[in-house]
């Protein structure tokens, strides 16, 4: 199956910084119409039972639209925290706690990976200290092979696999994926490389958010 890989499709995104006034960061991040807020704090004091002694603690909190975190919630986390930890130069700030809490506020697919660039934006905001940024992109394979980025709740439930990748902002890299369904290796690495052409499109939006924000200060 041939890909045309020149600009993978993704839904019309936003982002909106600085709206709460309580985090050290904030940031509200629109895929389509997936929106999720998300407030970071610290550096801050750490629990000693937390407390690590050459670097920062970091805490991701997911909280549903409504009712209580579940296990989905809980791996979700995991994977938020874990490319956040990739991308932040924690050494800066040992014994001291990072806590990220993303709240959902409308699901339409591609959550995941709302999460990971809402993360991304309000670290941003928060100014805290990291390597490079990073984004997520997801990706659905249709029953016939078909491959579809950014894809919707229907597109999801409609797909034999969903994957959802992190991406850097300087190699492209992969810092973190988790898949479901089944799928070839040569349909994970059309995946990989769709995800990190898509990632172009992603970075050159959070540039092109930053320059709006600041320009609008001046």
Known sequence: MELDKSCPFLREYGNEQSLLSRPDGSSTF??????????VYGPAE??????IYDRATVEVLI???VGLPSVRERAREQCVRETCEAALLLTLHPRSSLTLILQVIHDDGSLLSCC???ACMALIDAGLPM???FCGVTCAIGKEGQIITDPTTRQEKESRALLTFAIDSVEHNVLMSTTTGSFSIKEL??????SQKASEQIF???RD???????KIK
């Open 30 to 39: 629109v895929q389509g119409d997936t929106s999720i807020l998300a407030g």
């Open 46 to 51: 750490v629990k000693v039972s937390k407390e």
């Open 63 to 65: 909280q549903p639209k």
């Open 116 to 118: 990971l660039n809402a």
């Open 131 to 133: 390597s490079y940024l």
């Open 189 to 194: 690495q059309q995946c990989i490389a769709i």
């Open 204 to 206: 050159q939006f959070y």
């Open 209 to 215: 958010s930053v320059k709006r924000r600041y320009s």
